[in-house]
């Protein structure tokens, strides 16, 4: 879902917007002037220049402020990427623009792979990268990897769906990976609980991350550890022990490695698939016989 105020100040900046991720969730306090620094490197535009332009663009709408998350190269050489988190009362949305070496022109949308085979070096990134639980068999020629976090609504959401999309291919390989969001405040804690409940038991990790979602309105930041230990125990392990093993440096690598892998590959929200490497973003429960056509395809491309 996007919320009605920032969709219409996207819209005002840029009359479409492909790329964004959005996950209706509890405004974070975001400022309109975002401190990370105000130097600029190469072709890249200062922090000071991005958020003059952004209070331009949206200084006038008092219940939205935004952060910046980044300003980077992008993808295609030459064009600077710009990551803003847009937050009003309704929720919060990460979007991308892009600036054009001159600093006078930006672009927004989705920098889509191009070629032959375009989707194989995500498809061959993630084969070497992905280390979450799993179903299906590894050979199987269709492999369908969701980044999630539990915290997200649109996840949520979504689940019935995907659980749907991966039922009605058998042979297809599923594989969940951890992306807890910045912006939700008891995410990060719930990926290092999905993390340990995964490495002690495989058939629990499907149950904790069902039963969370299921309860995931109940939880807060504050009892974040109560609630995800009842929940580990009730999958079927050990919550003391997967609570302990959530603290752990080691954890947090491995959730923090999950993070690298889904932004190696393009990742900016949740939940995310990619299906043999083709990316499927803004993930809508409505389109379910496109999601189930687009793995049936892959199926026989893989065969």
């Given at each position: 879902m996007r919320s009605s105020l920032i969709s219409i100040c996207i819209l005002l900046l840029a009359g479409s917007l492909a790329a964004a991720q959005?996950?209706?969730?509890?405004?974070?306090?975001?400022?309109?002037?975002?401190?990370?620094?105000?130097?600029?490197?190469?072709?890249?535009?200062?922090?000071?220049?991005?958020?003059?332009?952004?209070?331009?663009?949206?200084?006038y709408q008092k219940d939205l402020t935004w952060k910046i998350s980044g300003i980077r190269p992008s993808p295609v050489a030459g064009l600077a990427e710009v990551t803003v988190v847009l937050a009003s009362p309704q929720g919060q949305q990460l979007t991308k623009f892009y600036v054009s070496p001159d600093g006078e022109h930006a672009l927004v949308g989705e920098i889509i792979p191009f070629g032959v085979r375009p989707f194989d070096p995500a498809k061959q990134r993630l084969e070497k990268g992905i280390t979450g639980p799993e179903r299906g068999p590894k050979d199987a020629p269709v492999t369908i990897v969701e980044f999630g976090d539990l915290q997200c609504p649109a996840c949520k959401a979504a689940q019935p769906t995907i659980e749907a999309l991966v039922?009605?291919?058998?042979?297809?390989?599923?594989?969940?990976?951890?992306?807890?969001?910045?912006?939700?405040?008891?995410?990060?804690?719930?990926?290092a609980y999905a993390d340990c409940v995964g490495r002690a038991s495989n058939?629990?990790?499907?149950?904790?991350?069902?039963?969370?979602?299921?309860?995931?309105?109940?939880?807060?930041?504050?009892?974040?550890?109560?609630?995800?230990?009842?929940?580990?125990?009730g999958a079927g392990v050990k919550g003391a022990d997967i609570a302990a093993c959530a603290l752990k440096p080691e954890t947090k690598a491995r959730v923090d490695a999950s993070i690298a892998l889904g932004k190696s590959v393009d990742v900016t929200g949740t939940p995310t698939l990619y299906i043999n490497g083709r990316k499927v973003g803004s993930f809508d429960p409505h389109l379910s016989d496109v999601y189930k056509s687009l793995v049936e395809f892959a199926a026989k491309q893989g065969k």
């Open positions: 959005t996950t209706p969730a509890e405004p974070a306090p975001a400022k309109p002037a975002a401190k990370l620094g105000t130097h600029a490197t190469a072709d890249l535009p200062s922090e000071a220049t991005v958020d003059s332009f952004l209070h331009q663009q949206f200084g039922a009605a291919e058998p042979n297809a390989r599923f594989v969940f990976q951890n992306f807890p969001l910045e912006m939700h405040n008891w995410a990060a804690k719930g990926a058939d629990a990790f499907w149950k904790f991350v069902s039963k969370t979602y299921e309860t995931q309105s109940d939880i807060t930041a504050e009892t974040a550890d109560e609630k995800l230990t009842a929940i580990a125990d």
